[in-house]
């Protein structure tokens, strides 16, 4: 069972190392294409919020998300296959931010066929949070390994 359950991380956690090699061959000194995606929907997302909040967001570098991000997928991937607890909470963080932001519902209309293409995509990235939930779950409910103590024999002669 316990090799199936690293294969079974691995597996998993592939899809977040994979993306952060990928990122990461491609940041160069813009961000790479990561950064170019980003910058719109940041700009939008920082306009919604000050105007709903009534205060001026400050500029975000859209570079230092992406390293955030690339560093959260990375590290936690890694840790994540050795069954890391703190692996797998990198990776819920790193779904937490990047997903409102690559996700703007709030920007279209279900009315609009524009609105059906991001959906399949959201929704892949609620089922990683939802798996990464349940392995967090596992983690905390797992029984407690006991030793099992050897008793003593009276010996008789």
């Known amino acids: 069972m316990g090799f199936f359950s690293f294969l079974g991380r691995l597996l998993f956690a592939s899809i977040f190392i994979l993306s952060a090699w990928q990122m990461f061959n491609e940041f160069g000194n813009n961000g790479g294409l990561a950064a170019v995606e980003l910058s719109s929907k940041v700009a939008v997302l920082r306009r919604n919020l000050s105007s709903k909040l009534g205060v001026a967001i400050p500029d975000i570098d859209v570079r230092h ?47 609009k066929p524009t609105f059906g293409i991001p959906l399949p995509d959201f929704l892949q990235h609620i089922a990683l949070f939802g798996a990464l939930l349940f392995f ?22």
């Open 136 to 157: 967090l779950g596992m983690k905390t409910t797992s029984p407690k390994k006991h030793t099992k103590k050897k008793t003593h024999k009276a010996k008789t002669h």
């Open 65 to 111: 998300l992406v390293a955030i991000s690339l560093s959260l997928k990375g590290i936690g991937g890694l840790l994540f296959v050795f069954g890391s607890r703190v692996g797998a909470s990198l990776l819920l963080l790193q779904l937490v931010i990047i997903t409102p932001v690559l996700f703007d519902f709030f920007n279209y209309s279900p009315q």
